[in-house]
């Protein structure tokens, strides 16, 4: 649908969670074809490059910009965030967290930092190693009933710091409602990030992500209530699994894929536990864990987010 207006959210509406106490920064009409400019901050990683201290912080870690009222929604909902562009800004970072991240052993106690510029040729993240920017949205999520959810970790059934490669411009993010008008937030945009984030901060970007937002009712023809987000694209549907250990997530998302295939696309068990041997893949999404971490240690994931592939080929 081609765009009617475009509302700007500034970083200045950043939040350091998700949460229904939050006053809506913006009240919009889903289905409308509304476009929202989402604008983020890296403040942090600019205060770390200059002082290289964890204790002297004073910027939110992760802050979400937001929250966004959306006319309409009621528990039970789902909001289908279509993502139309990523816009970065002059440079990204890369950091190394000490403790923090696959790679904590071999990075040691040290902090390290680097300010990455991106210009027309790319992001230049070495003096050998320019490349092209493929921006996506971190966190993204909508608020949970009672308290507030971490922009950090664990992920959530509404979403949170999932860090999906796939959150990309192109691609719809499917998020259940649990408040009234859902409260969408956004942050944490990432101008590149390797399947896994073995860093556990990829290439972190200021930058604006431009949405749309549709409403599917829980009485919609067809529809089944999700459990977990679950993100569209042009070739595949992707379930996020949460659970812990990481065989519990797996199995969850597994059961979501043979939920879809049988209840909502009308195939028979048989067909869809075949299908699903055949061609629906498992890989282990971000980082960011599906329970909440030690507090004595809060940058271990406890579970894990992980993400299986249904190829639309086959539907």
């Known amino acids: 649908m081609t765009s009617i207006t475009e509302h700007f959210l ?39 490059h200059g002082h290289h201290d964890m204790a002297k912080l004073v910027a939110e870690i992760n802050p979400v910009t937001g929250p966004v009222f959306v006319e309409g929604a009621e528990p039970g909902d789902t ?19 000490p403790g923090a991240g696959a790679l904590r052993n071999v990075m040691g106690s040290e902090m390290f930092t680097r300010q990455l510029p991106i210009d027309a040729d790319g992001i230049h993240v070495t003096q050998r190693h320019t490349f092209q920017p493929l921006p996506m949205i971190g966190c993204i999520g909508t608020a949970p009933a009672t308290g507030a959810n971490s922009t950090i970790m664990p992920s959530y059934a509404q979403g949170g710091n999932m860090d999906l490669t796939d959150c990309r411009p192109g691609s719809v993010v499917y998020l259940p409602v649990a408040v009234e008008g859902a409260l969408l937030s956004i ?52 379930f996020v699994g949460l659970g812990h250990p990481v065989q ?68």
């Open 248 to 315: 519990e997530s797996i199995t969850r998302g597994y059961e979501d894929v043979f939920k879809f295939l049988v209840e909502t696309k009308g195939w028979t068990k048989d067909d869809a536990f075949a299908v699903m041997s055949a061609v629906v893949h498992s890989r282990l999404g971000g980082p960011t864990g599906s329970e909440n971490p030690d507090p004595l240690h809060p940058f271990d994931a406890v579970g894990a987010v992980t993400v299986h592939r249904l190829p639309k080929s086959v539907l």
């Open 187 to 238: 942050g944490d945009i990432h101008a590149m990030m390797a399947e896994g984030e073995s860093s556990f901060i990829a290439l972190e970007a200021e930058g604006v992500a431009v949405i749309s937002v549709e409403l599917i009712k829980a009485t919609s023809p067809g529809f089944s209530a999700l459990r977990a987000p679950r993100v569209e694209t042009e070739d595949e549907w992707i």
């Open 10 to 48: 500034g970083k200045e509406h950043g939040k350091a969670g998700f949460s229904a106490e939050y006053e809506p920064a913006l009240r919009i009409t889903p289905g409308t074809g509304e476009r929202i400019a989402f604008e983020t901050s890296d403040a942090v990683y600019a205060e770390l």
């Open 79 to 97: 909001l289908a965030v279509t993502i139309h562009e990523i816009r970065l800004k002059d440079y990204a970072w890369s950091v190394s967290m």
